[in-house]
């Protein structure tokens, strides 16, 4: 158990609908990835988070955003959702936002877009 | 930028032979690598870290990894593959710039497949 908790971990739904997924990081730790796993495009940085504050953005969609709450945890909202969202969707934590500093991966939300 | 390259997307060994996952990297910077392990329908899990302090890493499960500069390689290995070791593989480096230091830049992967 990584200590990093995503939820749902199944979400079925239609084109054109909106969905949030849920991430509560490890206690104390600052930082808050989101990554996308597709078949077609692998393991994918979409965005990050530090102490509430956005701090680096990757390939993430317009349709696509996300936020860190006070209490740090993070939720990642995904609109007009189309065939291809359908992925795998992590999120990680860290405690510092260094080079060295490792990620700790909950188990991910599966999205299925119908 | 950073990148890494998975060479092979799918590995297939015998059960006590010798595990070899390849990884090379490119940086302009000092990189900092990363091994993840994904079993099937969990999330990843760090095996082994390379921060510069040695160029052999030694991680969990009996894995290691070596830092070649000269090779651009961090490739990983394994003396004797366990079954339980059946997973998909992840090199990863950090980024070394801009706003976002802890942000992983991922390889394709690597599936494992480990035969009685």
């Known amino acids: 158990d990584s200590g990093v908790t995503q939820t749902p971990k199944h979400l079925i739904t239609a084109t054109g609908q909106r969905v949030t997924l849920r991430c509560s990081p490890r206690?104390?730790?600052?930082?808050v990835y989101w990554y996308q796993q597709s078949l077609d495009q692998g393991l994918q940085f979409l965005i990050q988070?530090?102490?509430?504050?956005?701090?680096a953005k990757g390939n993430i969609l317009e349709r696509f955003s996300a936020q860190q709450f006070p209490d740090l945890h993070s939720e990642l909202n995904l609109s007009s959702l189309e065939l291809g969202d359908s992925a795998l969707y992590f999120c990680?934590?860290?405690?510092?936002?260094?080079?060295?500093?490792?990620?700790?991966f909950g188990q991910g939300t599966r999205l299925t877009v119908v | 930028a950073q990148s890494v390259t998975q060479l092979g997307s799918h590995v297939s060994v015998s059960e006590g032979a010798l595990v070899l996952l390849r990884c090379n990297y490119s940086?302009?910077?000092?990189?900092?690598l990363f091994w993840y392990v994904q079993y099937p329908n969990q999330g990843l899990q760090l095996l082994l870290k390379?921060?510069?302090?040695?160029?052999l890493v030694k991680g969990i499960n009996g894995f290691e990894a070596e830092f070649k500069k000269s090779e651009t390689s961090f490739h990983l290995t394994k003396p004797s593959a366990h079954m339980s070791d059946a997973a998909e593989y992840f090199c990863?480096?950090?980024?070394?710039?801009?706003?976002?230091?802890?942000?992983?830049?991922f390889g394709q992967g690597t599936i494992l497949t480990v035969h009685p």
């Open positions: 990863a480096v950090s980024n070394a710039g801009g706003t976002s230091y802890g942000k992983l830049t």
């Open positions: 988070y530090y102490n509430g504050e956005e701090r």
């Open positions: 390379y921060t510069s302090a040695a160029t």
């Open positions: 940086s302009s910077v000092p990189p900092y």
């Open positions: 990680a934590s860290s405690g510092r936002d260094r080079i060295d500093t490792e990620a700790f």
């Open positions: 206690s104390g730790d600052l930082s």
